[in-house]
């Protein structure tokens, strides 16, 4: 594998720290004894692949690491392009052609699977500016919406400056710009508030154009009639604010 420099995992969170071995962890503030080797992890930790439909696989690390937040795979004319990427790393998959980020917090063991693969990493310019990002490798950084090989890009804002949600078809891919709480979904309180509601008219607008049956969460996968009665019930319930 290419590029043999240091790097730990946080087991709290899940971050990867490229580089060099910090007293708490950059990104949840774990102290470092919470920490374990890249390589450690990988043994420790398997990636498992679960259906969503015919063309796309959610990928989550086994046992659950940390925030354990889920990637996907999609399959397109033979080729694998993620959404988002694990936190531990395998050589036991298919190769992927590109990782696609959501946003800057869930950039994982990226940098190996790029080393390994020959992967292109893409993210928003703006994401790719935060103090988090500067020992990722970022091949593409992008300023508007845009389509790769029936991925559509659009940007939101809001959670982070350049987070990103993606639809394949007839599936959303949303990542943790909502939790789902007590059969409900509530805003991401972790990142300007006013900022990630104007996102989320945004969002709204945009799938007023699209026709979609599946919704992938950070932490789960949802029929779309059933996210959106919960999506339009947070949206109403601002109203009366």
Known sequence: MVGLAEQYVCKLCGFNI?????????????????????????QRYKIISTKVNNK????????????????????????FIW??????????LDSMDKILFT?????????????YFT??????????????????????????NF???GIKAF?????????TFYIFE???????????????????PYGPSKATKAGATKLKNFLRNHEINIVCGYNYVLDFKDWKRRFDNLLNSEKGK
């Not at 292109?120 to 970022?138: G, N, R, T």
């Open 83 to 92: 959404i988002d990427c694990p936190s531990t790393f395998s050589k036991d």
């Open 119 to 144: 992967t292109f990493i893409w993210i928003h310019k703006k994401d790719s500016e935060h103090a988090l990002v500067s020992k990722h490798p970022i091949d593409k950084k992008f300023e508007q």
């Open 147 to 149: 389509e790769l090989s």
């Open 56 to 79: 796309v696989m959610r990928l989550n690390s086994s046992p659950p690491l940390g925030l354990e937040h889920a990637a996907y795979s999609i399959e397109i004319n033979g080729k």
């Open 155 to 163: 940007h939101i804002d809001g959670h982070t400056p350049g987070f």
């Open 103 to 115: 946003h800057h917090h869930f950039l994982g063991a990226s940098n190996l699977f790029r080393d």
């Open 18 to 42: 490229i580089g060099y071995y910090p007293e708490f962890c950059p990104f949840c503030g774990a102290s470092n004894d919470h920490f374990i080797t890249r390589e450690v992890c990988s």
């Open 170 to 188: 007839d599936v959303l891919f949303i990542c943790d710009y909502f939790f789902l709480k007590n059969k409900e979904i509530i805003y991401n």
